[in-house]
């Protein structure tokens, strides 16, 4: 099985940053994307954004500007840097890695608690 393990989330003050990080366990050849979904409390997943093998990102409207999603195949790591932060963007940030043709599927991390406060 492939066993994803996040890092870097934490308690930041409005206009701060952070940076995430999620590293897959297996060899990279294999992923065809990687990315970030956040829940807020009483909220349902969203994503946050996505990034495929090739670099093509996307990111959900209200984070654009102010969050990247870069990724490293060697370390089968993908990261999430986080500024400008905003109260709304308090969450459980998961991130998720889709596989294909040896361990196919999708795969979760444990998630991470950002939460952004004065």
């Known amino acids: 099985q492939v066993q994803l393990v996040e890092s870097g989330g934490g308690l930041v003050q409005p206009g701060g940053s952070l940076r995430l990080s999620c590293t897959a366990s297996g060899s990279s050849a294999w992923i065809s994307a990687m990315g970030w979904y956040r829940q807020a409390p009483g909220k349902q997943r969203e994503l946050v954004a996505s990034i495929t093998r090739g670099g093509t990102t996307n990111y959900t409207d209200s984070v654009k500007g102010r969050f990247t999603i870069s990724r490293d195949l060697a370390k089968s790591t993908v990261y999430l840097q986080m500024n400008s932060l905003k109260p709304e963007d308090t969450a459980v940030y998961y991130c998720?890695?889709?596989?294909?043709?040896?361990?196919?599927?999708?795969?979760w991390g444990q998630g991470t608690q950002v939460t952004v406060s004065s």
């Open positions: 998720t890695v889709r596989r294909v043709v040896v361990l196919p599927g999708d795969y």
